[in-house]
């Protein structure tokens, strides 16, 4: 029902910064704005977690501990985009990032992967040290 395709991964040093987006898109009249979405990611080796996640309004976000003062999610309606500006990269950042998108209910799962319907194929991010 709804694709989400991710996209502005790729390398980078640490301390430097990168723009991930993820568009949204759908043929059977998919309201963009209905949904809550989600950045997650998976390092090497380890589970897949929640970065940050933004409700359907888009006036509220939450923030995983590490993400906190450096990573920034928005959603610009206008273009069915959600977006993750990341700063100050350090290398325990390397993932893969997906963006993922819920109709359900945002609070208080708003970083659980089981909260989300839709899945992007994931952004690839590195950062060198």
């Known amino acids: 029902q709804v694709q989400l395709v991710e996209s502005g991964g790729g390398s980078v040093q640490a301390g430097g910064s990168l723009r991930l987006s993820c568009t949204a898109s759908?043929?059977?009249?998919?309201?963009?704005?209905?949904?809550?979405m989600a950045w997650f990611r998976q390092p090497p080796e380890k589970e897949r977690e929640g970065v940050a996640s933004?409700?359907?309004?888009?006036?509220?976000?939450t923030y995983a501990d590490s993400a906190k003062g450096r990573f920034t999610i928005s959603r610009d309606p206008n273009k069915s985009t959600l977006y993750l500006e990341m700063n100050n990269l350090e290398p325990e950042d390397t993932a893969m990032y997906y963006c993922?998108?819920?109709?359900?209910?945002?609070?208080?799962?708003?970083?659980?992967?089981?909260?989300?319907?839709?899945w992007g194929q994931g952004t690839q991010v590195t950062v060198s040290s």
């Open positions: 933004i409700n359907a309004g888009g006036g509220l976000s």
């Open positions: 759908s043929a059977s009249g998919y309201t963009y704005s209905a949904y809550y």
């Open positions: 993922a998108a819920g109709n359900g209910q945002w609070w208080p799962r708003t970083l659980a992967p089981g909260n989300y319907n839709y």
